[in-house]
């Protein structure tokens, strides 16, 4: 048996303008997680998990999927069979087709995760990675993580489209990332911890839908837009510097000028706004959405002695969860 697990991810600057070459800045959050557990199976094992309705299949060749979390539990052949392409299929299939095995053993996955659905908080990719190095590790195969990354960027693609890659980058790697699209990863320096309050909406926001939005006003008027992503882009550089020479300070006005231009992109949301706006009220020092938007989490800058005020402020103006996180 080999356990695997992924933290989730949030985003502090830069979203939307990152899949148009522009940086981001994205930090993993270690207070939740995605875990896979892998437990090799005999065939008589094999059998009796699945169940009679399958009798006949070849057991070496057996993958059972197990996701209580969301109610799914059945066979590989069974997500290849459906007629679009399921996401732990895709990564499934393809952990045995980066290592050349034609036939898998046979194997329970087991996945859970505390991470929220369609959140911002990268529950899709931490799957993935998870899922990855508990498939690699568990038939003696361990990938690096360039090559999980690069596999689970791969199943982005089906839950987002055109992603950034910045999720699968994040969690992968499990460090600061300062992020451009097509360019070698940097991680970055954390001179002087500080804390975040994350705060969900509780409305599911697929981020497929916000990316498209943004580029059908891209395409609409790319001038504009460009010069948008331009400034997005200088408010990013302006944080990394700030979080790596410690003048924390100065990220509040730099979170306040990128939820204006996210708001400008339409992908922010009354729901977001509210709790931007309480979590100011309450005291934090700078407030944003983070990830595709249109529901799903904000963040909120917090000195640690407030983060539990603040957190409560946030709860009273409608977030179903909170998560106070260090960012170090």
């Not at 600057?13 to 899949?19: C, I, N, R």
């Not at 603040?310 to 969860?321: D, E, F, T």
Request: charged fraction near 15%; charge should be neutral.
């Amino acid at each position: 048996m080999t356990i695997a697990s992924a933290p989730g991810k949030i985003i502090l600057f830069g979203e939307h303008a990152v899949v148009y070459g522009r940086p981001a800045l994205a930090v993993p959050v270690l207070q939740i997680h995605a875990n896979a557990r892998a437990t090799l199976q005999t065939e008589n094992q094999a059998q009796t998990i699945a169940g009679p309705s399958l009798a006949g299949k070849n057991w070496a060749d057996a993958v059972l999927i197990a996701a209580p979390d969301i109610g799914l539990s059945t066979t590989l052949s069974h997500l290849l069979a459906a007629p679009t392409p399921h996401p732990l299929a895709a990564v499934i299939s393809s952990v045995f087709q980066v290592l050349g095995i034609a036939h898998p053993p046979a194997l329970q996955l087991t996945i859970t995760s505390t991470i929220p659905v369609a959140s911002g908080l990268g529950s899709g990719a931490a799957v993935s990675v998870a899922v990855i190095r508990a498939l690699s590790s568990a038939v003696q195969c361990p990938l690096s993580d360039e090559q999980v990354n690069q596999l689970a960027y791969e199943v982005e693609k089906l839950h987002h489209g055109t992603p950034s890659g910045i999720d699968n980058t994040v969690i992968t790697y499990a460090r600061p990332v300062y992020f451009v699209r097509g360019q070698p990863i940097q991680t970055f320096r954390v001179e002087r911890p500080f804390s975040l309050v994350i705060a969900d909406t509780g409305i599911t926001a697929p981020t497929r839908e916000a990316v498209g939005a943004v580029r059908k006003l891209w395409e609409a008027d790319k001038g504009h837009w460009e010069a948008v992503f331009d400034q997005v882009g200088t408010i990013v550089t302006a944080a990394k510097k700030a979080i790596e020479t410690g003048e924390i300070a100065s990220l509040g006005p730099l979170m306040a000028a990128n939820q204006t231009l996210l708001q400008a992109m339409t992908v922010s949301s009354p729901e977001l706004d509210r709790l931007v706006w309480a979590a100011k009220a309450a005291g934090a020092e700078g407030a944003k959405l983070s990830g595709g938007g249109r529901g799903g989490n904000m963040i909120a800058l917090v000195a640690p002695e407030r983060a539990e005020s603040v957190a409560s402020a946030l709860k009273a103006a409608g977030a179903r969860n909170t998560i106070i996180s260090q960012i170090e």
